[in-house]
């Protein structure tokens, strides 16, 4: 519990010198704070857009910053070290002060918004997108978008490309809150492929593309060449004797047989079914007469004598 509480209370006391420099540099024009712990001391590393007035005339105000932070935050040995902005049109932090500057001087919303947008993404950004939250018009509070370009919302890609600054503008109506996200020319975003060309390839990877002509191998070696089979000599086979083993005749023991006396079960005499007999009248049939055929007689031709 208490590595937890001592990482919280590190956290809250980063957060209260990055407060305490925007306040300090708001003129020269706050980038960026980067706090690094070293073997010698505490790294602060301070990006602004205009470092000669964070340096002072020979170095006295940073002195001053560097004797503050040290007593007011309680870093071990402060360094302060201020770099410059390369491109301030793509530092979300510089815009959105720019944005909020305008907003008090009286510039519509509207006109602010789409001015930053339109300033933005002809510096060479890959996409950007402004929020405004307040009391724009009226009494009620609303919000107001401007987007334009690739814009992530979520994941690691909007973690790793997308840079969000945030600055507040005091108006008669109330406080507007304007935050400003913009994705940076260099990023890559995961979809994105890029075919190399020949030279390029050459150039990365010369061994890949290396002309050299093959070695020449003689035909002859890679023939195969049939295969000699050389006979097979069938050697004699010596029988080796087999001992004779001694057989043993065992006496055999002949068992008494017992004869069981065999019981005569008695038979049960069946009754046999006598079929009844129907007394149905027979019928006589006719017999037919049969008449026989008188042949004629051949009369005997009597001869006269």
């Known amino acids: 519990m208490a590595s937890e509480r001592k990482f919280i209370a590190e956290n809250i006391r980063r957060v209260l010198l990055k407060e305490y420099l925007m306040k300090e540099v708001s003129r020269a024009g706050f980038g960026g704070l980067d706090v690094q712990r070293t073997p010698m001391g505490t790294s602060i590393i301070l990006t602004t857009e205009r470092p000669g007035l964070v340096i002072g005339k020979k170095g006295q105000t940073i002195k001053n910053l560097t004797i503050a932070v040290e007593d007011k935050f309680g870093f071990e040995n402060p360094k302060i070290e201020v770099l410059e902005v390369a491109d301030p049109n793509l530092n979300a932090q510089i815009m959105a002060e720019k944005l909020a500057f305008s907003l008090e001087r009286g510039w519509h919303f509207r006109r602010a918004g789409h001015s930053t947008v339109r300033r933005i993404m002809d510096s060479g950004a ?9 009391k724009l018009t009226g009494q009620r509070h609303r919000r107001e978008k401007f987007k334009e370009g690739y814009i992530k919302f979520c994941g690691e890609p909007k973690l790793q490309f997308m840079e969000r600054g ?29 075919v190399l060309t020949k030279t390029e390839v050459s150039q990365v990877y010369p061994e890949l593309l290396d002309e050299t002509p093959a070695p020449i191998v003689d035909k002859n070696l890679l023939e195969e060449k049939p295969a000699v089979v050389e006979p097979k000599v069938e050697e004699p086979k010596v029988e080796k004797p087999k001992a004779a083993k ?19 079960k008695p038979k049960a005499a069946k009754p046999k079914a006598e079929k009844p007999k129907s007394d149905e009248p027979k019928e006589d049939k006719p017999k037919a007469a049969k008449t026989k055929a008188e042949k004629p007689k051949a009369e005997e031709k009597k001869e006269e004598i």
Do not use: F, Q, W
């Not at 996409?127 to 307040?134: E, P, S, V």
């Not at 001694?246 to 005569?264: L, N, R, Y």
């Open 126 to 134: 890959k996409g950007c997108h402004i929020m405004l939250a307040g």
């Open 166 to 194: 945030y600055a507040t503008a005091k108006l008669k109506m109330g406080i507007i809150g304007v935050t400003v996200d913009i994705m940076d020319s260099n990023s890559r975003l995961p979809d994105e492929i890029k």
């Open 246 to 264: 001694a057989k043993t005749d065992k006496p055999k023991v002949e068992e008494p047989k017992v004869e069981k006396p065999k019981e005569d």
